[in-house]
């Protein structure tokens, strides 16, 4: 008996993990759809999942950062940190581009009413606001609520001084030597978080079975009916854009690889973005993939990976864009060429300001909304069918993230081949995994 359960238990761990947990999202979509409401009761195991993952997000973002610092100098961290912000946001205008385009030629909202509103309407935070809340005013206080970018601020930060420090002292000096020791903790914190990442994803089997079965016992088909062609106008414009831009251009064009080894890197990622309808969520999931399937170096991804989850949201970006073709409709007018860049802009930016948290690129939307004068009720409108567009396009948030990740790391010499998914890793040799000067 034990022996049967032993072999079983094997049988299914050699099943790789990612097909596991897909295969567990249909399963659960599929319980949802034939059980309804009942399957609300599934919620609490969904949930323990999703908790697990953000337990790991402010260590993991710490001690990798803290490593990062050890083998960066600020003229390095300057010029990663120029080429990861400048194509995040280029690669963020051309997603709403992208958007509005498939958005024009779909023409989702076309014969739907505006419906009494559901009182959705949170307020969005202005963008001064934002902007100042990069740097805490208690850098613990951050980290304690999970706040990503305050907290990376305040850890590249503290990472640039200990390193100035250990230039400074000779070695053998207590200050030199802390300064060491804390740089050799963070390097076994890391190595244990990522531990800790596989065993959150075993357990995600489970999880993701429970989130899309409560997903869909909830929102049920006749949820998505009406909206299908806001559903439609956002699944090709996420395909549009990562066939597109990270896999014909980035990858092929700018990389020279091959986009099939970039999806099987990412897929942890992607399945789990799916899943959680997180980008902080799935930020251990991403990191373990930049730093085990990509051999991409900590300097690069530490820094890279958390600012891409908290400001580089193609996906929602391209939504709102999506949104607001849709609401002009809704209400009978057409957006002008004018108009039409005003959203590109407005939802540009406030992107940038969405929170990597389920549901939050919704709240954005009024944003987006009130700059071009289109009534805030949209919000209730869609919320009902949100959760289910929120996956997809966290899924493009998050591999928008990987994919600049892995074109900056190529760029700087910060990809050590050996051993990962790409095509042209030679075998068995270690090409330079550090940062070039
Ligand atoms: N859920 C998205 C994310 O975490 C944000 C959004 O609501 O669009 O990336």
């Known amino acids: 008996m034990t022996g049967t359960i032993t072999r079983s238990w094997r049988r299914y761990r050699s099943v790789p993990l990612v097909y596991r947990i897909g295969i567990a999202f249909v399963l659960g979509s599929a319980l949802g759809l034939v059980v309804g409401g009942r399957a609300t009761a599934l919620e609490p195991i969904g949930e323990l999942f999703v908790r697990l993952l953000e337990m790991i997000v402010v260590p993991i973002v710490v001690f990798t950062l803290l490593l990062g610092a050890r083998r960066l100098t600020p003229s390095k961290l300057g010029r990663i940190g120029g080429q990861v912000v400048g194509l995040y946001l280029l690669t963020t205008a051309v997603a709403i581009v992208i958007g509005l385009g498939v958005a024009n030629l779909v023409q989702p909202g076309v014969g739907l009413e505006l419906a009494g509103s559901a009182g959705e309407t949170e307020q969005a935070p202005s963008m001064v606001d934002v902007l100042l809340g990069v740097v805490p005013d208690n850098p613990l206080g951050a980290m304690a609520e999970g ?76 949820a998505i009916v009406p909206y299908a062609k806001l559903a439609l106008a956002l699944t090709l414009a996420v395909s549009i854009h990562i066939g597109l831009v990270y ?72 939504y709102l864009g999506i949104v607001a073709v849709f609401a002009a409709n809704v209400v009978g007018q057409s957006l002008t060429i004018a108009e039409q860049f005003a959203v590109l802009a407005t939802a ?47 899924m493009n948030n998050v591999t928008g993230d990987l994919a600049v990740t892995t074109l900056v790391a190529k760029w700087n010499g910060a990809i050590d081949y050996a051993g990962t998914v790409w095509s042209d890793a030679p075998t068995g040799s270690v090409v330079d995994g550090a940062v070039d000067d």
């Open 247 to 318: 896999l014909v251009v980035i990858q092929r064009g700018l990389m020279g690889e091959s986009p099939l080894s970039f999806l099987s890197g990412a897929k942890d990622a992607m399945v789990t973005a799916l899943s959680i309808s997180s980008s902080s969520g799935t930020l251990p999931v991403s990191m373990s993939d930049a730093d085990e399937n990509f051999g991409v170096a900590e300097e690069v991804y530490s820094f890279s990976l958390p600012l891409g989850a908290t400001i580089n949201m193609d996906g929602t970006a391209m």
């Open 348 to 394: 540009l930016l406030a992107s940038v300001g969405t929170a990597g948290v389920p549901s939050a690129g919704l709240i954005m939307m009024t944003i987006v909304l009130t700059q071009v004068g289109l009534p805030l009720e949209i919000v209730g409108m869609i919320a009902g069918i949100d959760p289910l567009l929120d996956r997809m396009r966290t």
């Open 147 to 222: 706040n990503v970018l305050p907290t990376i601020f305040f850890t590249v930060v503290f990472g640039i001084a200990l390193a100035m420090l250990s230039e400074e002292f000779e070695p053998g000096s207590a200050v030199h030597d802390g300064v060491e020791a804390i740089f050799d903790v963070a390097e076994a914190g890391s190595e244990a978080m990522f531990k800790i990442v596989w065993g959150v994803m075993e357990f995600g089997v489970l999880g993701v079975f429970a989130l899309m079965a409560t997903t869909f016992g909830e929102a049920g088909v006749d």
